[in-house]
């Protein structure tokens, strides 16, 4: 697969409803009744707020994941690309904004895992993962440079929080979809699994999570059957995890359990909130660094 560069940050498709809350629960006092968040109709339970009152999370700002269907657009604002077409098998600059429900160009970002915007592309079999971090110019104009793309429909995914406005404090995703020239070549899922390795490296995964329940889960890091110790901080954290749901493409972003400390400690074991918002298959892509190195693995969870 292919690994692009650092980032990290949180995710999950925004405008659903558990996720949100939740997670809105362990940021700075955010309120999950706040004007601007599209809650998509659910609740929030009692039970899974609990198990989001852990020590060591310390989200700098409010964390509002959500789950949902992808959409362009929630909470009033707007995810609009320059091009809906891209060609394969060459890099290829992204551009897009993102709409204000003032109708203008939002400029204003919070930082979040420290960076204002996190941007992912993924390949409509979950193939191509893509992480990057988008550069803004001043008129409210994002360029994300995606490496090579292979011919098919690709999701687009930008996630971040408004800084102003109706929605500041809001973290949000919005998606689009984007085709990329040529005969497209689907690859099946591959089946869901406990293990995987990238670059020498064994990740495992222990939890069973069920959707729209929190539950905690944790990635093992091991190389020549010995524990990995060396785990370097990838932006706050020592691993980043994303999740795409098989069929609709939803978003999902496990929040560690723990910000990193610092140095290059971390490991072998990362405790993870795992909460999806929806049953069936999901590809996990889990990034870590080591040595300065930036490792992708990919896995395929089942979610009962
Ligand atoms: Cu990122």
């Known amino acids: 697969m292919r690994t692009t560069r650092l980032s990290r940050r949180t995710l999950a498709l925004a ?11 362990c940021g700075s006092g955010m309120d999950h009744d706040m004007p601007g968040m599209n809650h998509g109709g659910a609740s929030p339970s009692a039970s899974a707020s609990d198990g989001h009152a852990m020590p060591g999370m310390d989200h700098g700002v409010p964390v509002a994941d959500g789950a949902g269907a992808p959409a362009d657009n929630r909470s009033g604002y707007r995810f609009d690309a320059a091009a ?26 919070a930082v979040e895992q420290t960076k204002q915007m996190h941007f992912y592309a993924i390949r409509s079999d979950l193939t191509g993962f893509q992480h990057l971090h988008p550069t803004m110019a001043p008129d409210g104009t994002w360029t994300a440079p995606l490496t090579a793309l292979t011919p098919g429909s690709w999701r687009t995914y930008a996630s971040f929080t408004p800084d102003s406005g109706d929605g500041k404090g809001t973290a949000l995703v919005l998606s689009r979809t984007v085709n990329v020239d040529g005969k497209a070549d689907a690859a099946p899922l591959p089946a869901a699994a406990t293990t995987t390795q990238v670059d020498g490296y064994t990740v495992t995964l222990q939890g069973t999570p069920m959707a729209n329940m929190a539950h905690p889960m944790t990635v093992t890091v091991t190389k020549d059957g010995k524990p990995v110790t060396d785990l370097q901080p990838y932006l706050d954290t020592y691993a980043h995890l994303t999740a795409f749901h098989e069929g609709d493409m939803a978003f999902a972003h496990l929040h560690p359990a723990s910000e990193a ?9 990362l405790a993870f909130h795992a909460e999806f918002p929806q049953a069936g298959n999901w590809r996990l892509f889990l990034q870590f660094q080591t040595a300065g190195q930036l490792h992708t693995a990919a896995i395929t969870l089942k979610v009962g």
Request: hydrophobic share 35%; aromatic share 6%.
């Open 15 to 25: 405008g659903a409803a558990l996720l949100t809350t939740v997670l809105a629960s």
């Open 84 to 109: 809906a077409t891209l060609p394969a098998g060459q890099p290829t600059d992204y551009r897009f904004s993102i709409t204000g429900p003032d109708g203008k160009p939002v400029t204003a970002f």
């Open 261 to 269: 400390a610092g140095g290059g400690q971390g490991g072998p074991a």
